[in-house]
């Protein structure tokens, strides 16, 4: 099949979160398994810089708000792509430095209805006409908020592709206001309220759940809990009156960037038979580069907690706040956590840091680096996400040995299997799971957890089970073509 995928984050020309990761692994993985994908995205000035080259394949003129935009579309070159990519270019709108869809001080963009309405005519314009070398897709595959007016405006053609719609998260909402819609000119039979509107306001996310021929999402767990009121953010009445075309599809990881035998940022790559030697040289490593005056052999031997993500509250950020004084008291774990965010947890966790910097440490940034070697030196992750659509952070830990505490819901529901005796048994325990995203859960899933660690046969056990998992694009590719086909 012919399949044009659309996405306003790739890694690694830009990510902020999970978007970015899939967006690079399932074209590639379709592309592995036969299908011709092409792969369209904005050209942030970021991207441009990153690419190896740029060649101008097509121009469109497009009706932005209150006036026209003059866009191209290159075709560009990356030594990480085996696919072919296409970039969307209009410099007043893209070109910009940072983050795709806030400003330096952490507001969206103004015009970010704007931005992403031209970019959907932009794709519009591809799947209909087809490229300039005559290929035409047989399905759109749009991915999130930003994209979400490419099913609507698709659906106004009677010869087009067929849309697929991926929810990657229901919190983002593209929400907009309906003036903005009609300065947007967007197709005024499409606003009602089984279609573009929401209260009043226009949302990007549900034109997309409406109009697409499928939706997915990217775990059966959180394609059942987005159709209940707690998890709905407000869609939920449509997301079941859509049900029947939703679908969720677990997430996996890119084993070419993510596989402990053969990453680059560890000190000594390591299977699971080499575990605990990998392991080790890593946690040295870490300790080295954030704690290089304290006891390190002390260090060495006590159990690593790590955490790597956004600081947030849809990460629980703030049950881990709340127990981390009582953790530090009653055991010997060290910690060390990554990551940016809100202000008030980036700087609560500082101020921890600050008052631990034994048994914490602590980096307010991104670092796709230091990422990979906290997944190889903890010997813990923590994740206790209020709600989790996938997750790609426990799978890495479960890919690197690292068993995962983790609260019960979405992706992490349909990943991780809590140990106990039974699970232990038939080969299945590979973390912990707790039910209430509460701080008093978390601590005691977390005791339980250290508790474990000292226990080394079960401890070996629960880290093979773990890293012996198939979580590979090539399965979860296949169940994308299905669905394709379908
Ligand atoms: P989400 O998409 O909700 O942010 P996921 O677990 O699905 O969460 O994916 C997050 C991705 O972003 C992972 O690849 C993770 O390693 C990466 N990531 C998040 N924060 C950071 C950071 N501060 N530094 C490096 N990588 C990060």
Redesign the pocket.
Same mark, same amino acid.
């Given at each position: 099949m012919n399949v044009l995928f659309v996405s306003s984050e790739i890694y690694p020309l830009n990510?902020t +979160? +999970?978007?970015g990761?899939v967006a690079y692994s399932l074209p590639h993985a379709l592309s592995e398994v036969g299908q011709d994908v092409r792969i369209l995205m904005p050209a942030y000035r970021s991207v441009i810089e990153k690419v190896d080259s740029l060649c101008p394949v097509g121009r469109f003129d497009l009706i932005g708000q209150h006036q026209r935009h003059s866009v191209r579309v290159f075709q560009a070159t990356h030594s990480e792509f085996n696919v072919r990519l296409y970039l969307v270019d209009c410099q007043p709108l893209y070109d910009r430095p940072g983050n795709p869809y806030l400003q330096p001080g952490g507001q969206d963009w103004p015009d970010n209805a704007e931005r992403f309405t031209v970019f959907a005519r932009a794709a519009e314009q591809i799947a209909i006409h087809g490229c300039d070398d005559g290929w035409q897709p047989d399905i759109v595959h749009c991915n999130d908020w930003q994209c979400g007016l490419i099913p609507a405006l698709l659906s106004t053609h009677t010869r087009r592709p067929r849309s697929v719609f991926t929810i990657? %998260?229901l919190a983002y909402g593209g929400h907009f206001s309906a003036a903005d819609y009609h300065a947007l000119q967007l197709p005024p039979a499409l606003w009602h309220m089984e279609g573009a509107e929401f209260h009043g306001g226009f949302s990007m996310l549900k034109c997309g759940i409406v109009f697409a021929d499928a939706v997915t999402t990217v775990s059966p767990t959180y394609a059942r809990e987005i159709c209940t009121p707690e998890h709905g953010w407000g869609m939920d009445g449509v997301l079941r009156a859509h049900q029947h075309k939703l679908y969720g599809i677990l997430n996996g990881i890119d084993e070419r960037h993510w596989d402990p035998a053969q990453d680059p940022a560890l000190p000594l790559p390591y299977t699971v038979e080499t575990v605990d030697a990998g392991k080790r040289a890593a946690k040295q490593a870490l300790l080295q580069h954030f704690q290089p005056d304290i006891d390190q052999a002390d260090a060495l031997d006590r159990p690593l907690v790590g955490l790597?993500? /956004?600081l947030v509250m849809?990460k629980g950020i703030d049950l881990i706040i709340d127990v981390l004084p009582n953790i530090l008291a009653t055991s010997e774990a060290h910690f060390v956590f990554?990551?940016?965010g809100d202000h008030q947890w980036e700087q609560r966790l500082t101020a921890l840091a600050k008052r631990h910097p034994q048994r914490i440490m602590l980096e307010v +940034?991104?670092?796709?680096n /230091?990422?990979h070697l906290i997944e190889a030196s903890a010997d813990l992750f923590l994740m206790p996400s209020r709600f989790e659509p996938?997750?790609? %952070?426990q799978l890495?830990s479960l890919r690197y040995g690292t068993p995962p505490v983790v609260h019960n819901t979405g992706g992490l529901a349909d990943t991780v299997v809590h140990t106990t005796p039974a699970t232990l048994a038939n080969a299945t325990a590979n973390g912990f799971v707790f039910d209430t995203p509460t701080p008093a859960a978390l601590a005691t899933c977390l005791a339980s957890a250290l508790e474990a660690f000292a226990d080394k046969s079960r401890w070996s056990r629960l880290i093979t089970h773990g890293m012996s998992l198939d979580l590979g694009w090539n399965g979860r590719a296949l169940q994308y073509l299905e669905r394709y086909h379908h």
């Open positions: 990510k +979160g +999970g978007l990761d990657h %998260n790597v993500g /956004r849809q990554l990551g940016t +940034g991104f670092s796709e /230091r990422a996938c997750g790609l %952070n890495y």
